[in-house]
């Protein structure tokens, strides 16, 4: 229990503005992945399996999904969800 509230934190620290780093280098983005992939291992306690099969057991994106599916969903909501009427109105 204790190492999925930790894991939790940790990966609300990797989503937070996690949206600027659309244009950054692989270098950090790999180094973001494997913060997450050794989160990953922990909550699972399974060393042998591979860090995308993990993944996809917690339900995770890897980082750079993760970024483009945050960029895609701050897109939809600024144009269908809280945009002013008068933009709504054809």
Known sequence: MATAVAASLTQTRLDYANSLLIGTSGSNISKLQRVQNCLA??????????????????????????????????????????????????
């Open 41 to 90: 291992r922990v909550v699972l306690q399974d060393n042998y399996n591979g860090a995308i099969s993990l993944l996809s057991e917690l339900h995770q994106l890897p980082v750079n999904k993760r970024i483009n599916f945050k960029i895609a969903t701050l897109a939809y909501q600024s144009l269908f969800l809280f945009s002013p009427l008068f933009c709504l109105r054809y």
